[in-house]
């Protein structure tokens, strides 16, 4: 055995030396942080796909390495600058989970903007390239994307009219639907999405609202009896989620591979990832049905009410924006412009 050792480190030494081999160590190790389980449709049909895509087209020369729900330490609305100052090379991240940083992102998680997960990814996308490169000028974006629009989840208590809503405490996950929920009489909750099936478990609220592809793995389906949905072509609200890289770490890579990241960045990603997305909601929807829970649709008149009643987070927003020198009509009148070209 050691005399057949000995006859192959030879040969192996040539091969080394031929032309067009190349060493198996990877040249660059990316580490990607977010804060949700891996049965989640983020770490499942996004990130993980997303990553070996990445590592296939560099040809072995990036290495990924994924930590799902946090597993490097902290709480979710750290993990943008967690990114920024270097503790992970990429996160994925709501950036709405730091109240008031990111204002103009926050123009599609206003009532009644969003659309479809695979329109309004697209239009953040695109809205992004015209309004939003200030906000993130700390790191690199690969993708901006939202969810499905989210729904009621209550425990207790169906939400058929405004008036049900009066006095019950519901999971929001952002500024804008905190203020919402506040002036149409709710009392706003807000927490990230890892701890809502504790809350719910426990009283803490009578409700969340959430899209359906996160219920299913967070069991949500099993802590609450009812779920009323927003009719017509807009949601009641969507969440903004940002898929960005330490902007170090991205100038720092050669040329070539810098092209792999930009080539599994941007529009035609957004589509991609908006439309699993919205195909994600249909089994956290299913699960509800099975399990015999209720299900209620807010239209017509109905939602009209609703319409206006949350006006005045529209106008707070534009006024907010106006503040700042900038035109908060214009930018709004835009984003629900580019939610109905891309959903044509």
């Known amino acids: 055995m050691k005399l057949h050792t000995r006859m192959l480190?030879?040969?192996?030494?040539?091969v080394m030396l031929l032309p067009g081999f190349r060493a198996m160590a990877a040249e660059v190790e990316l580490k990607i942080h977010h804060f949700l389980p891996p049965p989640s449709t983020a770490h499942a049909r996004f990130i993980e796909p997303w990553a070996e895509k990445v590592m296939k087209e560099s040809s072995g020369r990036i290495s990924i390495k994924i930590y799902p729900a946090m597993q490097l330490g902290g709480k979710p609305p750290q993990l943008f600058d967690q990114?920024?100052?270097?503790?992970?090379?990429?996160?994925?991240?709501?950036?709405?989970?730091t109240r008031g940083r990111f204002p103009i992102t926050e123009v599609f998680e206003l009532p009644f903007v969003a659309g479809s997960a695979e329109a309004t990814s697209q239009a953040a996308w695109e809205f992004y390239g015209k309004y939003m490169k200030g906000e993130y000028s700390d790191v690199h974006p690969i993708l901006i994307h939202t969810h499905a629009p989210g729904q009621f989840h209550m425990r207790d208590k169906p939400i058929t009219t405004l008036a049900d809503l009066q006095n019950t405490k519901v999971r929001a996950p952002t500024r804008t639907i905190n203020e919402a929920l506040s002036v149409i009489g709710a009392t706003p909750v807000g927490m990230p999405v890892p701890a809502v099936s504790q809350a719910l478990s426990k009283g803490v609220v009578d409700g969340a609202m959430l899209p359906y592809e996160v219920t299913l793995p967070l069991k949500v389906h099993q802590l609450v009896k009812y779920h009323t949905e927003i009719g017509g072509d807009r949601g009641v609200y969507t969440a903004m989620f940002l898929f960005a890289m330490n902007k170090d770490k991205y100038e720092s890579l050669p040329?070539?591979?810098k092209k792999v990241i930009?080539?599994?960045?941007?529009?035609?990603?957004?589509k991609q990832i908006g439309k699993a997305w919205d195909e994600a909601d249909q089994p956290g929807r299913e699960a509800a049905r099975k399990r015999g829970n209720q299900f209620n649709t807010i239209e017509g008149a109905e939602l009209e009410k609703w319409k206006v009643a949350t006006q005045p987070v529209v106008d707070n927003w534009i006024k907010a924006m106006d503040e700042k020198g900038l035109d908060g009509r214009a930018m709004y009148d835009d984003a629900r412009a580019l939610v109905a070209k891309y959903s044509q």
């Open 9 to 14: 480190l030879p040969l192996m030494a040539a």
């Open 83 to 97: 990114v920024r100052d270097g503790v992970a090379d990429i996160v994925w991240t709501v950036p709405g989970y």
């Open 255 to 257: 040329d070539d591979l």
């Open 262 to 270: 930009d080539n599994n960045s941007g529009l035609a990603l957004a």
